[in-house]
């Protein structure tokens, strides 16, 4: 009675276990409907159980592609003509209809179809005659590809992207920073409010454009940003490992949208300083010196200031240490924060940051509505700068600084306590940033879109340096 009850799905609901003596039962033919469904929107467990399978093995098909499917199973997208339109385009062929009357019942393109007949048609008999079924065969033998992705043999291109996604960052002076130690890559994302790797994390799209630049005469150093996504998510691609995928800004290890992140809005600023009635000049990003600012949080109430230059990109970060008698005492109802993130260790840490730039880069700071700038009078007094305030609830109104944010997350994830970055790591992050190149900068980095903006000379209507 075991045998019998022990694999039945009509008392659980569930399907059939698969026993060791059935490990192969699961053909071509399953993993594509399985691929089907997925693209039609189903999670891997719904797609499984519409296949037939476990939920657990659709589980692990996902997981070991790397969230992403061979292009056999990439019909449902419309850009291949399917085993159906082929077949409907032999009936339609056998009526003695034309290119363009086949193409507009199935709504292709004439030179698809053209080039189908052309292309696919058996050859038997030394007459053309088109068949579906050859004609699919002919499409899934030419769409398998034997050869070896070009990371697999290419090992100087191999280095350059390794390097560039997975190098350690470094100290102004050039002393590596392992950063935090980690627990063995499982081949999952690290859980939020955790420690995430320290690398150059160079994003793919930021690694395949700036290649022309570093290397202009060398056209096998080339290679398409796509290419190193599937290198990296899909088991033997390319020759880098699926943990690298921990040096990617999302930490993700399996290809899937991100979920977007609510931000909140704080108190109401006087209108006098709302981002209305910031100049024109500030938008356009015409006019460099123009800063968007914000706090990273941690844990234990500790945060990492973070500033950025509107035009070059370039990125300062503010070290606001615990004061005196942090955790160690009652906090005081009327007293400042001990934890250092607050109105007056702000002040103290933007006057440190701001006072050795030239005028040319000290105009305006935009800021949001955090309690945290209570002391925009001194600042914008004692720096010689104007202060500007974001709308409640509109952290897009400072994208800039936004988007910097996140990718300082790769090193200060949330939930973890800041406190114990020193200053000399908040310079090697940094500069781990400065020196990354940038699509919005033609691929230059911040550092040097600064640099050429200070060597340039003065243009008309300008401020001088002092």
């Given at each position: 009675?075991?045998?019998?009850?022990?694999w039945?799905?009509?008392?659980?609901?569930?399907?059939?276990?698969?026993?060791?003596?059935?490990?192969?039962?699961?053909?071509?033919?399953?993993?594509?409907?399985f691929?089907?469904?997925i693209?039609?929107?189903?999670s891997?467990?719904?797609a499984?159980?519409?296949?037939?399978?476990?939920?657990?093995?659709?589980?692990?098909?996902?997981?070991d592609?790397?969230?992403?499917?061979?292009?056999?199973?990439?019909?449902p997208?419309?850009?291949?003509?399917?085993?159906?339109?082929?077949?409907?385009?032999?009936l339609?062929?056998?009526?003695d209809l034309?290119?363009?009357?086949?193409?507009?019942?199935l709504g292709?393109h004439?030179s698809?179809?053209?080039?189908?007949?052309?292309?696919?048609?058996?050859?038997?008999?030394?007459?053309l005659?088109?068949?579906?079924?050859v004609?699919?065969?002919?499409?899934?033998?030419?769409?398998?590809?034997?050869?070896?992705?070009?990371?697999?043999?290419?090992?100087?291109?191999?280095?350059?992207?390794?390097?560039?996604?997975?190098?350690?960052?470094?100290?102004?002076d050039?002393?590596?920073v392992?950063?935090?130690?980690?627990?063995?890559?499982?081949?999952?994302?690290?859980?939020?409010?955790?420690?995430?790797?320290?690398?150059?994390?160079?994003?793919?799209?930021?690694?395949?454009?700036?290649?022309p630049?570093?290397?202009?005469?060398?056209?096998?150093?080339r290679?398409?940003?796509?290419?190193?996504y599937q290198?990296?998510?899909?088991?033997?691609?390319?020759?880098?490992?699926?943990?690298?995928?921990?040096?990617?800004?999302?930490?993700?290890?399996?290809?899937?949208?991100?979920?977007?992140?609510?931000?909140?809005?704080?108190?109401?600023?006087?209108?006098?300083?709302?981002?209305?009635?910031?100049?024109?000049?500030?938008?356009?990003?015409?006019?460099?010196?123009?800063?968007?600012?914000?706090?990273?949080?941690?844990?234990?109430?500790?945060a990492?200031?973070?500033?950025?230059e509107?035009?070059?990109?370039?990125?300062?970060?503010?070290?606001l240490?615990?004061?005196?008698?942090?955790?160690?005492?009652?906090?005081t109802?009327?007293?400042?924060?001990?934890?250092?993130?607050?109105?007056?260790?702000?002040?103290?840490?933007?006057?440190?940051?701001?006072?050795?730039?030239?005028?040319?880069?000290?105009?305006?700071?935009?800021?949001?509505?955090?309690?945290?700038?209570?002391?925009?009078?001194?600042?914008?007094?004692?720096?010689?700068?104007?202060?500007?305030?974001?709308?409640?609830?509109s952290?897009?109104?400072?994208g800039?600084?936004e988007n910097?944010?996140?990718?300082l997350?790769?090193?200060?994830?949330?939930?973890?306590?800041?406190?114990?970055?020193?200053r000399?790591?908040?310079?090697?992050?940094?500069?781990?940033?400065?020196?990354?190149?940038?699509?919005?900068?033609?691929?230059?980095?911040?550092?040097?879109?600064l640099?050429?903006?200070?060597?340039s000379?003065?243009?008309?209507?300008?401020?001088?340096t002092g």
């Amino acid at each position: 009675m075991g045998r019998e009850a022990g694999w039945g799905a009509k008392a659980t609901g569930r399907p059939p276990m698969r026993s060791p003596g059935r490990a192969k039962r699961w053909t071509a033919e399953h993993k594509k409907r399985f691929w089907i469904q997925i693209a039609a929107g189903a999670s891997s467990e719904d797609a499984a159980v519409a296949v037939g399978m476990a939920p657990a093995v659709g589980s692990r098909w996902f997981r070991d592609a790397g969230g992403m499917p061979d292009v056999e199973f990439s019909e449902p997208t419309g850009r291949y003509l399917s085993l159906a339109e082929r077949e409907e385009i032999a009936l339609l062929e056998a009526k003695d209809l034309s290119v363009r009357a086949i193409a507009r019942e199935l709504g292709r393109h004439p030179s698809t179809i053209s080039r189908e007949l052309r292309r696919n048609a058996s050859t038997r008999g030394g007459i053309l005659t088109y068949r579906a079924t050859v004609a699919q065969w002919h499409r899934d033998r030419r769409a398998a590809r034997p050869k070896q992705a070009k990371l697999a043999v290419n090992e100087p291109l191999r280095d350059y992207v390794q390097e560039r996604l997975a190098g350690m960052i470094s100290r102004p002076d050039g002393t590596p920073v392992p950063g935090p130690d980690l627990p063995p890559w499982q081949g999952r994302r690290r859980v939020r409010r955790q420690d995430r790797r320290w690398a150059r994390s160079w994003s793919p799209e930021q690694i395949a454009n700036r290649l022309p630049i570093d290397f202009p005469d060398d056209n096998t150093m080339r290679i398409s940003h796509e290419a190193i996504y599937q290198a990296l998510y899909i088991q033997g691609r390319g020759a880098l490992k699926r943990e690298l995928t921990e040096c990617l800004r999302t930490g993700r290890a399996l290809r899937k949208p991100a979920l977007r992140t609510q931000q909140r809005g704080r108190k109401s600023i006087p209108a006098e300083l709302l981002i209305s009635e910031r100049p024109a000049e500030v938008a356009d990003r015409a006019v460099p010196g123009h800063w968007e600012g914000d706090l990273i949080l941690g844990a234990r109430w500790s945060a990492i200031g973070t500033l950025v230059e509107r035009t070059t990109r370039f990125t300062m970060l503010l070290h606001l240490p615990p004061m005196e008698g942090h955790l160690e005492e009652p906090r005081t109802k009327t007293g400042p924060p001990l934890a250092g993130r607050g109105a007056q260790a702000v002040r103290d840490a933007l006057a440190g940051q701001l006072a050795g730039l030239p005028d040319l880069l000290r105009r305006s700071l935009t800021w949001d509505q955090g309690s945290e700038l209570a002391a925009w009078a001194d600042i914008r007094i004692d720096n010689d700068i104007d202060v500007w305030f974001c709308d409640p609830h509109s952290p897009w109104q400072r994208g800039t600084n936004e988007n910097t944010n996140g990718l300082l997350r790769q090193y200060f994830p949330k939930g973890t306590d800041l406190h114990r970055h020193s200053r000399d790591d908040l310079d090697a992050v940094a500069l781990a940033l400065n020196t990354r190149p940038r699509k919005t900068l033609g691929w230059k980095t911040p550092a040097e879109a600064l640099d050429q903006l200070l060597q340039s000379p003065p243009q008309p209507g300008v401020a001088t340096t002092g």
